[in-house]
């Protein structure tokens, strides 16, 4: 089993930076790809980026490219999601994600999740 905590989220104005960090722990060698969804209030979980596990490959969503930046540390056994820019539109509560296979924008193909933190971003 493994388990991920997200930390970092918080209340912004629009236009503000916050960095979100991942913490995994228990079966951390059985992680490959790691990715972080978000969900706004009666929204479904949408992906917003992924990455490899040796970090040199990375996707984003149309909506954050440009803005977000996904990193991780494997030493460390942490995911990291930095939010430039920040808009209204980008609040929701963040996940953190796993997979024991590679990286992937698809929700349903993640074998671990956190709990969630929230990021609000007033306008």
């Known amino acids: 089993q493994v388990q991920l905590v997200e930390s970092g989220g918080g209340l912004v104005q629009a236009g503000a930076s916050l960095r979100l960090s991942c913490a995994a722990s228990?079966?951390?060698?059985?992680?490959?790809?790691m990715g972080w969804f978000r969900q706004a209030p009666g929204k479904e979980r949408e992906f917003v980026s992924a990455i490899s596990y040796s970090g040199r490959s990375t996707y984003y969503a149309d909506s954050v490219k440009g803005r977000f930046t996904i990193s991780r540390d494997n030493v460390k056994n942490t995911v990291y999601l930095q939010m430039n820019s920040l808009k209204p539109e980008d609040a929701a509560v963040y996940y953190c994600?796993?997979?024991?296979?590679?990286?992937?924008?698809?929700?349903?193909?993640?074998?671990?999740w956190g709990q969630g933190t929230q990021v609000t971003v007033s306008s």
């Open positions: 994600a796993a997979n024991r296979g590679g990286i992937s924008t698809t929700l349903g193909v993640y074998d671990y």
């Open positions: 228990g079966r951390t060698f059985s992680i490959n790809g």
